[in-house]
């Protein structure tokens, strides 16, 4: 990004593909609407041959809080709407501030591609499958490792904190993704070996953002989402209790 002179910034994963109409398509379609940023619908590609199609039925305009929005609306097991930098093509003065966060190991491009948003004019979706995503189940963002699960819940703190975001419609949405994250970030966290400065300091912020949850569930969908975010956490809890309270006896009995 330092070295770039070009018009236009386009990223491509290093195990995904194009179409060969992508670029061509992309640089017509943000000439033709006066755009910011090009963004096409992708296949989920498990190996050359099963390809799955990830797009919306038309094309769509967008603002950048409006793009953000929708993401965040769609399901999680449905999601045709991406948030990565992957897929896209944006105009160069849009990156000329924005670098990405060396210290997160995923989400470093959503948070850079949210920095972006905050600069976008219009965006222009298409339901155009050219950018072919390859789907590994041994990629950093399907590893459960500490640093990812660390990495998933920092990335909603900083848009939680990021005062563009506070200002904007979809805060509520980034809120309540954060504090769903922290929770299952805790939840997941205790099934690891960790340090006790680590998780007391987890400890400190669980309990409020649950409290937070519910408030946000209360005002969407009232009682009934209420009852759904008890209902889904309490399994999981119950589970990392029981794992955690047998890691402490195994370690009475050595």
Excluded at 39 to 66: E, H, M, W
Excluded at 123 to 147: E, F, M
Aim: aromatic share 16%; hydrophobic share 40%; proline share 2%.
């Amino acid at each position: 990004l330092d070295f770039c002179h070009g018009d236009y910034i386009s990223f491509v994963d290093s195990d995904d593909w194009l179409e060969k109409d992508f670029i061509a398509m992309a640089l017509e379609t943000i000439q033709e609407y006066d755009a910011d940023i090009y963004a096409s619908g992708f296949y989920r590609a498990y190996n050359s041959v099963k390809k799955i199609p990830c797009t919306l039925d038309q094309y769509k305009v967008y603002d950048g809080v409006g793009f953000l929005d929708d993401f965040l609306t769609q399901p999680v097991s449905k999601q045709l709407i991406c948030w990565c930098v992957w897929g896209k093509v944006f105009r160069r003065h849009l990156w000329s501030e924005v670098r990405f966060n060396k210290n997160l190991k995923i989400g470093e491009d959503a948070l850079a591609l949210c920095d972006v948003l905050k600069l976008s004019r219009k965006i222009i979706y298409t339901n155009h499958l050219n950018y072919n995503y390859y789907y590994r189940v041994t990629s950093a963002i399907n590893t459960k490792s500490i640093k990812n699960i660390k990495d998933a819940n920092l990335l909603f703190k900083l848009l939680y904190t990021d005062s563009f975001w506070k200002n904007s419609k979809v805060f509520n949405k980034i809120a309540n993704k954060y504090y769903v994250s922290t929770v299952y970030s805790f939840l997941q966290l205790t099934m690891q070996p960790l340090e006790p400065q680590f998780m007391r300091s987890m400890q400190a912020t669980i309990y409020k953002n649950i409290i937070m949850i519910l408030k946000a569930e209360w005002k969407v969908q009232g009682l009934y989402g209420i009852l759904k975010t008890v209902f889904a956490c309490f399994p999981i809890g119950v589970i990392s209790y029981i794992m955690n309270c047998s890691r402490k006896c195994s370690k009475c009995f050595k």
